[in-house]
Nanobody, 127 residues
Framework: QAQLVESGGGSVQSGGSLRLSCTGFGSGYNRNAMGWFRQPPGKEREGVAAIYRSIGRTYYADSVKGRFTISQDNAEKTVYLEMTSLKPEDTAVYYC????????????????????WGQGVQVTVSS
């Protein structure tokens, strides 16, 4: 079983930055992929970024490319999401997740490929 705990959410003005952290606990953390997803108010959950832990390959949604960076510290069982140039449309609850995900961008940002989820953190960007 895996437990994921996110931190780092908050409120910022447009153009600001935040860094989210996701730390894994339990043997179930040893899945091959970690992903960040978000759910804006009144909308469906969407994939934001993902990393394949052993090879370090990353994937990003088009809406965040060039602004968000996913990284990992495997020794600490922690994945980070560095978010810069934040926009009001980035406002959402952000979730991290882990799973045994087939390699490829199609799968990396698909929420149904992930088995374990954190509780989510709120990110609010004001204009």
């Amino acid at each position: 079983q895996a437990q994921l705990v996110e931190s780092g959410g908050g409120s910022v003005q447009s153009g600001g930055s935040l860094r989210l952290s996701c730390t894994g606990f339990g043997s179930g953390y040893n899945r091959n992929a970690m992903g960040w997803f978000r759910q804006p108010p009144g909308k469906e959950r969407e994939g934001v970024a993902a990393i394949y832990r052993s090879i370090g390959r990353t994937y990003y949604a088009d809406s965040v490319k060039g602004r968000f960076t996913i990284s990992q510290d495997n020794a600490e069982k922690t994945v980070y999401l560095e978010m810069t140039s934040l926009k009001p449309e980035d406002t959402a609850v952000y979730y991290c997740a882990t799973g045994q995900v087939p390699l490829g961008g199609v799968w990396a940002l698909t929420s149904s490929e992930y088995n374990y989820w954190g509780q989510g953190v709120q990110v609010t960007v004001s204009s």
